[in-house]
């Protein structure tokens, strides 16, 4: 005779949620929930289990990109991603629980329970940033490019320094080639950041009106003695 042997558990549905409720949240820095980072995500059960949940860990994927696997852990480069080695500039994030222990006495009881990982999707949206000064200064050279240096700005996060894109750096140019102070500088577009910087902060004054320096060059005096 044959026995059949029927095994069952409680169901439990665990989706993950932003503290501060919604499903959007603005840039706030590199994260990565592998290192005890939570980026403000918890997480909804569909009921409550007679075994408390001890631990989770997350896992996630680019909305764009959806033909890849998951990663372990909450988006790092949040506002982005590479899909296909491409750069997105989307930051809608497919996030996922990938497991959970409920350790009571020693031994976890996640035995007893059937788990569903329902996907939670966060748009993570640009942080404003704000130009405030731009250098532009060269020494007399005859011509009129300059490349721009050394900005400073305001709504950055802490710890990090957005810096102007190389190319749009380079495309600056003075109005004409002489010496002087407070020139004006054309520039070759809108403002440009370098590459994790562009698609994690927008520059909330794109168009910021820029004045250099092109500094008198040494002369050189050529002397010819006399026979």
Do not use: H
């Not at 997350?58 to 990663?71: D, H, K, L, V």
């Amino acid at each position: 005779s044959e026995v059949e042997i029927i095994i069952t558990g409680t169901e439990i549905t665990l989706t993950p949620k932003l503290i501060a409720g919604g499903s959007s949240m603005t840039y706030k820095g590199l994260f990565d929930g592998t290192n005890g980072s939570t980026m403000g995500v918890s997480y909804d059960t569909s009921i409550v289990p007679a075994d408390a949940i001890s631990s989770v860990t997350y896992m996630y994927r680019n909305s764009a990109c959806t033909t890849g696997g998951y990663a372990v852990g909450l988006p790092k480069n949040v506002a982005s991603n590479v899909c296909n080695g491409a750069m997105t500039d989307v930051g809608t994030w497919d996030i996922k629980v990938q497991k959970f222990s409920m350790v009571v006495n020693g031994v976890d009881m996640t035995y007893k329970y059937i788990p569903t990982y329902a996907t939670f999707v966060l748009t993570i949206n640009k942080k404003d940033v704000t130009l405030s000064t731009v250098k532009a200064e060269k020494v007399y050279d005859g011509t009129t490019s300059v490349v721009l240096k050394d900005i400073t700005l305001t709504g950055a996060i802490e710890g990090e320094s957005p810096k102007l894109d190389n190319t749009f750096a380079r495309g600056a140019a003075f109005a004409d080639a002489t010496a002087g102070t407070n020139k004006p500088v054309t520039l070759g577009g809108d403002f440009k950041l370098a590459g994790i910087y562009d698609v994690n902060y927008r520059i909330t004054n794109p168009q910021m009106a820029v004045t250099g320096i092109i500094k008198k060059a040494d002369a050189q005096l050529n002397v010819t003695p006399s026979k």
